[in-house]
Nanobody, 112 residues
Framework: QLQLVESGGGLVQPGGSLRLSCLAS????????IGWFRQAPGKEREGVSC????????NYADSVKGRFTISRDNAKNTVYLQMNSLKPEDTAVYYC?????WGQGTQVTVSS
C-alpha cells in the first residue's frame, strides 16, 4: 500500500519547537518533490514548505521563513519539518504531499 505517514505533532507553548516527520511506505521518495501543507480550522489548506527531489532547493511560505526548516533523508525515506519559535498562528493540521499522495495529517497546537 502506497502511503505517507506524518508524525511528531503535539501541544507546545509559544516559542517552542517540534519536528514533524513524513515517512513514505510502498514507494521511494527519492524522485519526488515533497511539500508540507497545513490547514487551520475554518481556513483553506496552505503550502508551508517544499523540497526538491535532490534536496538542494527548498522554498518556504513567508509566514514561516527563518523559523521552519525542511530536510530529507532519502536513506530513511523520510522528510522532516523542523519548526522553531512556534506561534499560536502555526496551530493547524500539517500534511505532507508527494504528487498525488497525501498523509493523514498530524495536529500541531501552539498554546500557553
Amino acid at each position: 500500500q502506497l502511503q505517507l505517514v506524518e508524525s511528531g505533532g503535539g501541544l507546545v507553548q509559544p516559542g517552542g519547537s517540534l519536528r514533524l516527520s513524513c515517512l513514505a511506505s510502498g514507494f521511494t521518495l527519492d524522485y519526488y518533490a515533497i511539500g508540507w501543507f497545513r490547514q487551520a480550522p475554518g481556513k483553506e489548506r496552505e503550502g508551508v514548505s517544499c523540497i526538491r527531489s535532490s534536496g538542494g532547493i527548498t522554498n518556504y511560505a513567508d509566514s514561516v521563513k527563518g523559523r521552519f526548516t525542511i530536510s530529507r533523508d532519502n536513506a530513511k525515506n523520510t522528510v522532516y519539518l523542523q519548526m522553531n519559535s512556534l506561534k499560536p498562528e502555526d496551530t493547524a493540521v500539517y500534511y505532507c504531499n508527494a504528487e498525488i499522495y497525501w498523509g493523514q495529517g498530524t495536529q500541531v497546537t501552539v498554546s500557553s
